[in-house]
């Protein structure tokens, strides 16, 4: 496991364990690091070529800030702070082909329409008009986020869906509807579904490279030379 993804699990323990017992100091401590750290992990593996993906994920530490703080700015803050964040990841999938990919998986574009739907009706009524609109546009953003994630493979699918469980709780609460583990649910799928996300681009990182060094060793042009490698002039 590379050192930084046990530092996120190291954090993502520290966090939930706040939640479990009640501990805000802890939740304080460990949640605005989360997606710093994974950050960091997805720079140093890919360096700058998915910023979209670290902006998402500087969106994500502002929102995770925000929902820290109790009240109904603080919620809208963080929402829409996470708004920027789905955005942001999916111009990614955008960029790596997810509407060409999507084109002919309608089944899987009709389902994700299908539980936004569904959730805007169940949490949208017991809401203010503004929440309202807001949480109905958020939500579209994340099931579009989630829909285009399938681009990149059973990783980052799962990533988005267990994004939209995640999420889903929060607006159940929001929307007063409880059930007993609700709230220590939220962080495990929340913290899991990030690291899918991230380590979708990064994956993906040593077998780009291998196929370089093949590419090189059989005489392709180098990509930052132009220069064909293991070929005599």
Not at 92 to 121: E, I, K, Q, S
Not at 138 to 162: D, E, N, Q
């Amino acid at each position: 496991m590379p050192l930084l993804i046990a530092v996120f699990a190291a954090l993502a323990a520290v966090d939930i364990t706040g939640v479990v017992i009640g501990l805000p100091v802890l939740e304080w401590i460990a949640k605005p690091l989360l997606a710093p750290v994974l950050a960091l992990h997805l720079w140093r593996v890919t360096g700058r070529r998915h910023r979209p993906v670290l902006a998402g994920l500087g969106f994500a530490t502002a929102g995770d800030v925000a929902l820290l703080v109790p009240g109904a700015t603080a919620f809208g803050i963080g929402l829409a702070c996470f708004l920027g964040a789905q955005i942001c990841w999916t111009t990614a999938f955008v960029r790596a082909g997810a509407v060409a990919h999507l084109r002919p998986r309608r089944a899987l574009c009709v389902g994700y329409l299908a539980v936004w739907t569904a959730a805007v009706v169940l949490l949208t009524p017991s809401l203010d008009a503004a929440m309202a609109v807001a949480l109905s546009l958020y939500s579209l953003a994340l099931v579009v986020m989630a829909a285009t994630a399938h681009v990149k493979g059973p990783r980052a699918a799962w990533g988005g869906a267990v994004f939209l469980v995640s999420d889903m709780l929060i607006g159940l609460g929001a929307a007063g509807i409880d059930f007993p583990g609700r709230t220590m649910l939220v962080m495990p799928t929340y913290t899991v579904a990030l690291v899918l996300l991230v380590t979708a681009f990064t994956a993906d990182a040593g077998t780009a490279a291998e196929t370089d060094h093949r590419e090189g060793a059989s005489g392709s042009p180098n990509p930052e030379t132009g220069a064909r490698v293991g070929v005599e002039p």
